[in-house]
T-cell receptor
Framework: ELKVEQNPLFLSMQEGKNYTIYCNYS?????LYWYRQDPGKSLESLFV?????AVKQEGRLMASLDTKARLSTLHITAAVHDLSATYFC????????????FGPGTRLSVLP | KAGVTQTPRYLIKTRGQQVTLSCSPI?????VSWYQQTPGQGLQFLFE???????NKGNFPGRFSGRQFSNSRSEMNVSTLELGDSALYLC?????????????FGQGTRLTVV
């Protein structure tokens, strides 16, 4: 069964702190995506990770992919309130198309 | 550059009715996928279309159907609506098939079945 898990599901952190969200998946894939969703809004693409060892950074967020461990991480550095949102990882198990299996999401709340 | 456009944004329907949702992908994009988002089940894949052909279908009943037109616009249809079909329906477009293409999501259509 194709399964994507995220840990933690809920995260409350203070501004200025660092934290990591983990995304595990069940079957081999080297295509993983991170999305952000604000309440009532659509999904905003954050990172596209397409190979083992891929690392991408944008502002206070950094994502990495370890295909051997079937693990991706989203690291938050010096969190600010604007980062409060739900973060989803999605794994594409289809070699030729785009058929995402999403994780359950991590609801992040950054407190002042 | 215009993004993915979904219409309508909000819909209220009665059980037993049918509904059609529309998705216009980013200009030049040929692949369109649909997802259902609910609080209980999260984001679930419905279908994927490329060049007017359905390539993949998720684990949904036959009441859910879709199609893609020659201009890459896509529609999905849900017949005999049930209360459990209430959800946010999201459409994503990407340039091409394959692993190197990024998917961009529309704002979604929020369907409420009463």
């Amino acid at each position: 069964e194709l399964k994507v898990e995220q840990n933690p599901l809920f995260l409350s952190m203070q501004e200025g702190k660092n934290y990591t969200i983990y995304c595990n998946y069940s079957t081999t894939s080297d295509r993983l995506y991170w999305y952000r969703q604000d309440p009532g809004k659509s999904l905003e693409s954050l990172f596209v990770l397409l190979s083992n060892g891929a690392v991408k950074q944008e502002g206070r967020l950094m994502a990495s992919l370890d295909t051997k461990a079937r693990l991706s991480t989203l690291h938050i550095t010096a969190a600010v309130h604007d980062l409060s949102a739900t973060y989803f990882c999605a794994v594409d198990f289809d070699n030729y198309g785009q058929n995402f299996v999403f994780g359950p999401g991590t609801r992040l709340s950054v407190l002042p | 550059k215009a993004g993915v456009t979904q219409t309508p944004r909000y819909l209220i329907k009665t059980r037993g009715q049918q509904v059609t949702l529309s998705c216009s992908p980013i200009s030049g994009h040929r692949s369109v996928s649909w997802y259902q988002q609910t609080p209980g089940q999260g984001l679930q894949f419905l279908f994927e279309y490329f060049s007017e052909t359905q390539r993949n279908k998720g684990n949904f009943p036959g009441r859910f159907s879709g199609r893609q037109f020659s201009n890459s616009r896509s529609e999905m249809n849900v017949s005999t609506l049930e209360l459990g079909d209430s959800a946010l329906y999201l459409c994503a477009s990407s340039l091409w098939l394959g692993s190197n293409t990024e998917a961009f999501f529309g704002q979604g259509t929020r369907l409420t079945v009463v």
